[in-house]
T-cell receptor
Framework: KNEVEQSPQNLTAQEGEFITINCSYS?????LHWLQQHPGGGIVSLFM???GKKKHGRLIATINIQEKHSSLHITASHPRDSAVYIC?????????FGTGTSLTVIP | KAGVTQTPRYLIKTRGQQVTLSCSPI?????VSWYQQTPGQGLQFLFE???????NKGNFPGRFSGRQFSNSRSEMNVSTLELGDSALYLC????????????FGPGTRLTVL
């Protein structure tokens, strides 16, 4: 049983395209996190949200608590956005992770 | 501010040995969490320490243990290593316990032969 499901698993886009990655979860959460992992392993936290919408530059994250669903959008994608994007949820005493979405942006 | 540091970055051990990994959090952060990442299982939560106390624990056997010191630095220990323990071990620090934004270290890649 996976507490967090992500889709798609793999995504290839042309530079400039609008990208959406989806995340569904099945547990009660305190917060949802979007993480970015580049080759070599380093993980960066992009967003932590518990309601509504957040925006950082070209990245937008939304969450619908009632539907237990979140989306990560990348506007005007760029090759440097190529990475694995991981959705994670915290319940207050546990962290659960999705399997990640591998994004490749082609110039 | 310096980021989260982990030592060593790479480690090779043999089955049955034990290993200790170290994590220094961002200055002022009191919570340290540990995670295991493998190709098969992805990222999994090991445990969280806050103010020298283990606050939460994931679903791992007792061979995996940890501790936190008064300066918030943390160590994790794996005893009686198995081949399946080969993984990237990541630690993350945050200001407070629980749901706070996690700042990740670069990880320690452990290979068990």
């Amino acid at each position: 049983k996976n507490e967090v499901e992500q889709s798609p698993q793999n995504l290839t886009a042309q530079e400039g395209e609008f990208i959406t990655i989806n995340c569904s979860y099945s547990v009660g959460i305190s917060a949802l996190h979007w993480l970015q992992q580049h080759p070599g392993g380093g993980i960066v936290s992009l967003f932590m949200l518990s309601s509504g919408k957040k925006k950082h530059g070209r990245l937008i994250a939304t969450i619908n608590i009632q539907e237990k669903h979140s989306s990560l959008h990348i506007t005007a994608s760029h090759p440097r956005d190529s990475a694995v994007y991981i959705c994670a949820v915290s319940t207050g005493n546990q962290f659960y992770f999705g399997t990640g979405t591998s994004l490749t942006v082609i110039p | 501010k310096a980021g989260v540091t982990q030592t060593p970055r790479y480690l090779i051990k043999t089955r049955g040995q034990q290993v200790t990994l170290s994590c220094s959090p961002i200055s002022g952060h009191r919570s340290v969490s540990w995670y295991q990442q493998t190709p098969g299982q992805g990222l999994q939560f090991l445990f969280e320490y806050f103010s020298e106390t283990q606050r939460n624990k994931g679903n791992f056997p007792g061979r995996f243990s940890g501790r936190q010191f008064s300066n918030s630095r943390s160590e994790m220990n794996v005893s009686t290593l198995e081949l399946g323990d080969s993984a990237l071990y990541l630690c993350a620090s945050s200001l407070l316990a629980g749901n706070n934004e996690q700042f990740f270290g670069p990880g320690t890649r452990l290979t068990v032969l």
